[in-house]
């Protein structure tokens, strides 16, 4: 969806989980949506055309 909904509750997970692994886990599933949305944030959304980019 790119947004942040599942961050939320992925940190929730992050502040009682125990297991290093899970934990590691849980923070790179944090890091790659966090990823998504700044490459998704770039100005240029896929569905702009050439024109509406340069606008």
């Given amino acids: 969806?790119?947004?942040?909904t599942a961050i939320v509750p992925?940190?929730?997970a992050l502040e009682h989980e125990?297991?290093?692994l899970v934990r590691?886990?849980?923070?790179?599933?944090?890091?790659r949506i966090d990823g998504i949305i700044d490459t998704a944030g770039d100005g240029?959304?896929?569905?702009q055309t050439g024109r509406e980019?340069?606008?």
């Fill in 44 to 47: 240029a959304s896929e569905r």
């Fill in 24 to 31: 590691q886990a849980v923070i790179e599933a944090i890091a």
């Fill in 18 to 20: 125990r297991d290093p």
């Fill in 53 to 55: 980019r340069r606008t």
């Fill in 1 to 4: 969806r790119r947004d942040r």
């Fill in 10 to 12: 992925l940190s929730r």
